[in-house]
């Protein structure tokens, strides 16, 4: 399958990545020859395949509802390049605050 | 060090060349003092690293026993940047579940190893700090993601080293560095403190000089933490070795779709050898089938890069790490594919159609295990190239994979032991055994070591 470019542009803002004009070119070059590829998955027999999306089976893990010791506010901030009154600071939503 | 005569030096590495467990015995009959055993480490790594850049961070103050850990591992308050320019100023605030474990036995962290960015990539050289180079020959690379820690045990930079395995990051760079790696079953080891590539394949294991190591590592690093829903089987416990000397009785199935095009004739040579060797130890060798296997690259390539989109929305420069831009050029192909592959209209074609071969693949091994107790062939289907030969085209970097994908794919345990080398570069023989018998495939590996010398062949650096 090929991807234009207008197509990378979207993907590209779906996954909230800025691309430049040259990156834009090569991966729609390079994203459409591994789509390419992947097209051979077309001749797989899957009409009585079931889906595989882990390999444990495992499902509805449980645990109890305790209160454990965990990071403390200034430790959960440590790493982040803005904070405001023990918050992360982020742009704001609505408007440019 | 200047000041140390020849003689010492001599002592130093030999300190340096010996596995962990002939370490923890030294250490018990006080033949050196671990002050001793961390210098004789932090002087090769001040020899060596300059050279191969094995590590991004080295740790000197250490009372442990020296120990590498992918730098994609958390590390209180040890920098840890999963080999990303995104993560440079990353402090860690708590250690990965592994990490504690390790500490609990009295090992320490002699340093950060370098990696693919976000363990993505075959080679090493996606590292946002600059590649790591092959021991063994400094022109080629050391396989990848885990190259640094294949690199420093190869070059005994470390006793033994951490690695994450997600399509083949363990197996592959210690195949082509010429030291054991191990993949342990989907489940066996909590990821917890890891940095999540694709949830549903990663999983932590032993980069080691030899097969009891990784045995012993194992044994240490596995089991439930309460923090990995995944992880809730008991602790890898080593029972009695089935086998001491031998292999008489054993059934090591070949699967023919692993020495078809596109496998080097050298290797093929060697792997073969090594089959023959285990014959020789009196196991019955069955030709397998996994018929399933032409597909692996691309169901790997649309099911990793799905789930790499998804975890890497976590980096949205707010709570940690800079801005998305900071992302190196395989981290956003990966999530430029998976993104694509989970977006409406598409998701049927890809990721549904994907995961229902992936089943098909599953049942490969379970068809073929119940004729055969491991899977043998190689890990790669070449020895080490080039450095920057394969980095202008993704899809000849990813058909590198082809031997190791499947097994994350199915979640079944993957060895890499050293059984030669083709043109004078290391070679790994691949085991593969049933879901969560390590044990199994571990016993066939120690055989094999005991009744060879690979594992004695050190790099001249």
């Known amino acids: 399958m090929k991807l234009s470019k207008d197509q990378v542009k979207k993907v590209a803002k779906l996954a909230n990545l800025s691309l430049t004009q040259d990156e834009e070119d090569k991966y729609a070059e390079q994203l459409s020859a591994i789509l390419d590829y992947i097209d051979q998955l077309n001749s797989a027999k899957i ?32 790493n982040a390049p803005l904070s405001k009154n023990g918050f992360f600071e982020t742009k704001g939503v609505f408007e440019n605050e | 060090m200047d000041s140390l005569k020849p003689k010492e030096f001599l002592k130093m590495n030999d300190i340096t060349k010996l596995s962990l ?4 015995k030294a250490l018990e009959e006080n033949k050196f003092s671990k002050a001793e055993l961390n210098e004789a480490y932090l002087q090769r790594i001040k020899e060596l690293n300059p050279k191969l850049n094995a590590y991004l961070k080295v740790v000197e103050d250490l009372q442990g026993i020296p120990v590498a850990i992918k730098d994609i ?5 040890i920098e840890t940047t999963a080999g990303s320019k995104i993560l440079s100023n990353f402090i860690p605030q708590y250690n990965a579940t592994v990490v504690n ?31 790591t180079k092959n021991p063994w020959d400094l022109n080629k690379v050391p396989g990848g993601s885990s190259s640094g820690s294949a690199a420093a045990v190869a070059a005994d930079l470390c006793v033994f080293a951490l690695g994450t395995d997600t399509g083949g990051s363990i197996r592959q760079p210690a195949s082509l560095c010429g030291v054991v790696g191990l993949k342990p079953s989907y489940g066996r080891v909590s990821r917890y403190g890891a940095m999540a590539m694709a949830s549903s394949f990663d999983q932590i294991g032993p980069i080691t000089k030899t097969v009891g190591d990784a045995r012993k590592v194992l044994e240490w690093i596995s089991g439930p933490d309460g923090f990995d829903s995944n992880c809730n089987e008991d602790r890898f416990k080593s029972k009695d070795l089935r086998f001491k000397n031998d292999l008489k009785g054993f059934r090591v199935g070949v699967p023919k779709e692993y020495f078809g095009k596109g496998l080097d004739s050298g290797v093929e040579k060697v792997i073969r050898k090594a089959i023959s060797k285990l014959e020789e130890l009196g196991s019955e060798i069955i030709e397998v089938s996994l018929p399933h296997t032409q597909y692996a690259v691309a169901v790997y390539y649309v099911l990793m890069a799905s789930e790499v989109s998804s975890n890497q929305a976590r980096f949205d420069g707010i709570r940690f790490g800079s801005k998305r831009e900071d992302f190196g050029e395989e981290v956003k ?32 091994f379970e068809k073929a295990f119940e004729k055969c107790d491991v899977i043998v062939g190689p890990v790669s289907p070449t020895v080490a190239w080039n450095l920057g030969e394969k980095m202008k085209d993704p899809l000849t970097m990813y058909l590198s994979d082809i031997y190791t994908i499947s097994v994350n794919l199915a979640g079944i345990p993957g060895l890499s032991v050293p059984c030669g ?19 199994t495939i571990l016993n066939v590996g120690e055989v094999y070591e005991q009744n060879t010398n690979w594992h004695e062949e050190k790099p001249k650096l």
């Open chain 1, 47 to 78: 009409q009585n395949a079931e889906p595989t999306f882990n390999v444990t089976d495992l499902s509805n893990v449980l645990a109890e509802d305790e209160v454990k010791p965990s990071l403390t506010q200034d430790e959960a901030l440590k």
């Open chain 2, 101 to 131: 474990k390790l500490l609990e036995q009295g090992m320490g962290i002699i340093g950060k190893a370098n990696m693919d960015e976000f363990a993505m990539g075959s080679s090493g050289e996606n590292s946002a700090y600059g590649v």
């Open chain 2, 333 to 364: 192909r990966r999530i430029m594919l998976g993104t694509f592959a989970l977006s409406t209209g598409y998701y049927d074609d890809y990721f549904a159609k994907a995961a229902k071969v992936r089943n098909l693949m599953k049942q490969d």
């Open chain 2, 73 to 77: 591992i958390c590390t209180q308050n």
């Open chain 2, 21 to 24: 467990l002939d370490t923890l």
């Open chain 2, 421 to 439: 080398f083709s043109e004078g570069l290391p070679v790994g023989l691949q085991v593969l055994g049933k879901y969560m018998d390590e044990e």
